[in-house]
């Protein structure tokens, strides 16, 4: 028996992306709540194709990272298309004003260490690692996102640019230094 391997399908037309409904902005585009073919996704529209190329993000699966579904483009939009965390962000939940208990800080200290462990693993430098930065699906779980600055660590890779968040950057980036998966410690 032959076993053929289908890789699933990347780019989406927009034809198939449906009832997009806004839910915020960041730095580097608008989400959307939207769905596709029946599943409810999240939809990042930007405007520069650069800021598509996930590529070295497209196999990972991990409960504490945010899936990746593909790409679209429309006209001068370009869409990242992925898992839709319907929770809001660890930041929110930290500033609300509401106790936290020690057993959730832990909990959550686990599940971000556990999705780092994992994007290390497969060579990906997140860059940009901060509360805002994390969501929670709709199970509770955490889940690292927002991979806009992330890169692919290759022997030929440790110079990076500046980029990410600059409180919350490492002085190796700042410096304009040569940099590790340390910087998603700092």
Do not use: D, F, T
């Given at each position: 028996m032959v076993r053929i391997l289908v890789e699933?399908?990347?780019e989406w037309p927009p034809s198939e992306i449906d009832d997009l409904q806004y839910v915020g902005s960041g730095a580097q585009g608008s989400v959307y709540k939207a769905t596709?073919?029946?599943r409810v996704i999240a939809v990042k529209k930007v405007s520069k194709q650069s800021e598509t190329e996930i590529r070295h993000l497209r196999g990972l699966c991990h409960p504490n990272v945010v899936q990746f579904l593909g790409v679209s483009i429309d006209g001068p939009w370009y869409s990242i298309l992925m898992e839709y965390c319907p929770n809001?962000?660890?930041f929110d939940i930290i500033h609300n004003n509401t106790s936290v208990s020690i057993?959730?800080?832990i909990s959550w200290t686990q599940q971000i260490a556990q999705g780092m462990n994992?994007?290390?693993?497969?060579?990906?430098i997140h860059r940009d690692l901060k509360s805002p930065n994390i969501l929670i699906g709709d199970d509770g779980q955490l889940k690292i996102s927002d991979f806009g600055v992330s890169k692919e660590f290759t022997e030929n890779s440790t110079k990076m640019s500046f980029a990410g968040t600059v409180a919350w950057?490492?002085?190796e980036i700042m410096r304009d230094?040569?940099?590790s998966f340390k910087v998603d410690v700092w």
């Open positions: 699933p399908q990347w596709l073919r029946g809001g962000n660890l057993e959730s800080i994992y994007l290390h693993s497969h060579k990906v950057m490492a002085p230094e040569p940099c």
